[in-house]
């Protein structure tokens, strides 16, 4: 593999190992009240289908830390509660079966009340995530540095990671998040050079799709070029399916996880003679279930499909009166676009049975 990833310790949420010697795990969060059941389960099952492995909820409340059993009874991926300032709310979460948790212990006040979540995560066996943001660093820290320097978020985490350890507890991993790429870039690397704990990273607040798509790839993509990231989430102001899209499209293109279709289609020009950004997106939809790793080809003329998209494993490409459809730059047939877009999905379909069984 062209990325050497960073050395770290394997822990389990739930079923799911996080760590070097396992895949990144993506995961994302709900945007439902978890004191909603039905909404929450109907929320989570939608991200499962597009491949989300770990899900967190925010748990604001007692009645949303009781809905949390039921809610696992009816999903089949790990479930982390996000607690903030209730250490009560940590501890009942475990209790009713959370696969993790996530805190900040800055937060959640005295030490006394850190000691007893500890306590109970060791229980059960269950393992905590350290949040550390720009946004929630302790006073003596602020103070230190004046602002919310790479420097200042690192430091509060390697605290964060010696007061845990000093009660004997190793069953975590950190997120060091900023709402700019440098900051969170920055104080990750400072803190990764210190420890083998598993990392969680993402650019909190990144933003809409587009601008957050676009900070996050940026963001994450640095940091996993430099062997750093165990787990992620792509934080957008949208519905967090997108969210677990854009993550696989992420790690798709860094060839560090290759899951579902990668869509590649031309950038047009004045030789394309279909609308091929609508053509490519119809194909995308069209091929969401498929999780086995093809290359599709949508190509808007003859002369860079199949010649130019000779790689995909398969595509179609306009001409001025039918569709070409080729594989590995092989024409297997010529169709009207209608046609052409149902012996595709066959096509693609074919393949990835045939490279999940090759896989398996």
């Known amino acids: ?127 905590i995530r350290i949040g550390v943001n720009t946004g929630s660093l302790p006073k003596e820290i602020l103070s230190k540095y004046t602002h919310p320097t790479a ?8 605290n964060y990671m010696k007061f845990f350890e000093d009660e004997d507890f ?28 598993p990392i969680h990273i993402g650019i909190t607040e990144a933003g809409t799709v587009l601008s957050g798509a676009v900070k996050s790839a940026t963001g994450i993509g640095i940091l996993l070029y430099k062997g750093i990231g165990d787990t992620l ?10 969210e677990i899209k854009v993550a696989f499209k992420m790690l798709s293109s860094m060839e560090l996880r290759k899951v579902g279709v990668d869509i590649i289609s031309c950038p047009t020009c004045g030789r394309c003679v279909v609308n091929l950004p609508k ?9 969401e279930h498929i999780k086995a790793p093809v290359t599709v080809a949508v190509m808007g003329c003859a002369v860079n499909g199949p010649g130019e998209a000779a790689f995909a494993d398969t595509g179609i490409a306009a001409t ?16 009207a676009e209608k046609e052409a877009m149902s012996k595709l999905i066959k ?14």
């Open 1 to 127: 593999m062209w990325i050497e990833r960073r050395k770290t310790k394997t822990i389990y949420v739930g079923d799911v190992p996080i760590g070097e010697k396992h895949p990144i795990v993506v995961q994302s969060m709900t945007n439902t009240f978890t004191e909603n059941i039905g909404d929450t389960v109907s929320q989570i099952k939608e991200l499962e289908k597009v491949g989300c492995e770990i899900i967190r909820v925010a748990v604001p409340t007692k009645k949303a830390t009781e809905n949390i059993k039921d809610i696992k009874s009816k999903i089949t991926i790990p479930l982390i509660a996000d607690i903030h300032f209730d250490y009560k709310l940590a501890i009942l979460s475990m209790e009713m079966g959370a696969d993790g948790i996530r805190i900040n212990p800055g937060n959640i006040g005295s030490r006394e009340k850190v000691k007893e979540i500890i306590k109970a995560a060791r229980e059960h066996n269950i393992p």
């Open 151 to 158: 420097e200042a978020v690192a430091e509060t985490a390697l």
């Open 170 to 197: 190793t069953n975590m991993k950190f997120s060091l998040k900023g709402s700019d790429i440098k900051t969170t870039i920055i104080s990750n690397e400072i803190f990764a050079k210190k420890n083998r704990y």
């Open 233 to 242: 989430r792509v934080s957008l102001s949208s519905h967090p399916k997108i």
């Open 279 to 287: 053509l490519a997106l119809e194909v995308e939809d069209a091929l």
């Open 320 to 335: 001025n009166e039918t569709f070409l459809l080729f594989s590995r730059g092989k024409i297997i047939g010529k169709y």
């Open 347 to 360: 096509e693609v379909e074919r393949i990835a049975v045939e490279k999940s069984n090759n896989i398996y």
